[in-house]
Structure formats: C-alpha cells, structure tokens
C-alpha cells in the first residue's frame, strides 16, 4: 500500500514537472526587452550607415548639370536636368553612342554625342558623315513625314557602326560645309556631334576633343518644359 501511494505521488507531480519546463522553453525562446532594445539600436545605426555610404556616393559618383544649349535637341533641350556618372576612382571606356558632359573650361555646348574615337577615322561631306569608311544611315521618322515636308528640318534615324540607333535633327539642305574634312583621330581623342545637327557646334567645327576633359556619361534628363511651356517634368529619359 505505502508503494501505490508513493506511485500516486510521482505521477501527480510529472504534469506539474511537464508545465514548468515548457513554461522555461517559452520564457528563453521569448526575447527580454534589453535584447529588443540592443536590435532596434543595430538596425537603426546601420541604416543610418547604409544612408550616409548612398549619400557619399551619389556625392563623388554623380553630378546634376542643366544642358546650357539646345544641341542635343530633339533627346535633350535647353534647361533639362541631366545626371552625369563620373566616378573619381574609375576612368570610364567611352564607346560610340554615349551621351556625354564636357568640362566648363570649353567653349563648347556642355552635352554632346560621342561617335568615334581612339584612331578611327571620321570624314566629313555636305552633311554625309562617315567613321573608318562607313557611312551613318539614317531613315527620315514616319511620324514626321508629314510634318516635315513644311519645315526646313525634319527628324531621323541614325545607325552607328556599332548599331547603336538615335534620333537626330537635321535639314533637308545641308549648310555646313560643302568641303571635304578627313580626321584622324589619336588615342585618347574623341569625335562629338550634337544630335541637332543643322544648329550644334560640335567636332564639325572644332575638331576633336580630348576624352580626358570631358565630365563624364549622361545616364539620363529630366525634361523641364513641354512643347505648351507648362512647367515640370514632361517626361524622364534614360540613356544607355
């Protein structure tokens, strides 16, 4: 009889010894408020890192510049904010096709189309444009077509040798020049055009420019003014 008492007894206590110990598990799974304290105070200091490393970047990475001419007209006008990407602990590989900014010391439109550089070849003639002996095609915009044929300028295509395709502004009659101008471009050296070509002053006139004073990539603008002359953002465009 003293056994089966004693049995009784071990038995009624094992629930109570059960309750408790998931009572333990679930007060250590629980996190005290310290540690809720300590990871609110680390998540909030590496925000404020992660905000202060974005903000140094974008400081030493990037420029805002405002195109000071209507050059590069139709992609960008005169006023449009423009990024530029020019990292100081990078030098840039400029290809054919990239919209570029140039330095202030330059008396020159401050956004312009690079289309040739290091040692190829550019040739000039009553507007026809050719790089290494290929000549720029260029379609007329369908959508233009009508409008154009009233306009002393119209709208097109233009294909570069490495089949980057943009849109430029040019007249039906050429004006520049009708003489023939060959170039020769050195290492280091870059040919620029505007993409408005019957009114930019670009390596046409001036010449070839050195790669190492300009500012850097235009990776893209925001248009300040529409055709109406309303006020903000028309439209954002992204070059690649």
Known sequence: MAKTGST??????????????KATKRSAAKPSKRTKTKALAFRTKLAIFTTFVIIVLLVLCFDMLRAQSSAMSPAIDKGDLILVFNPPFHSLRY???????LGKNLN????????????????????????????????????????SAQNEV??????????????????????VSSSVSKTRLAQGEAYLLGDNRAAALDSRKLGPIAQEQLQGKVLFTLRTKSSDS???GRWLKFFH
């Not at 070849?121 to 077509?145: F, W, Y």
């Not at 119209?154 to 004006?175: G, M, S």
């Open 154 to 175: 119209q709208d097109c295509f233009e294909t570069l040798p490495n089949q980057r395709v943009h849109r430029i502004r040019c007249a039906k009659q050429e004006l």
């Open 108 to 147: 020159t439109p401050n956004i312009l189309r690079l289309v040739a550089n290091n040692g190829e070849h550019v040739t000039t003639s009553l507007g026809e444009i050719q790089i290494n002996g290929k000549r720029l095609r260029a379609r007329p915009v369908v959508s233009d077509a009508i409008r």
């Open 95 to 101: 290809e054919a096709g990239d919209v570029v900014a």
């Open 8 to 21: 009784k007894t071990k038995l009624s206590q094992k629930p109570k010894q059960t309750r408790a110990r």
């Open 230 to 232: 309303a006020l903000f």
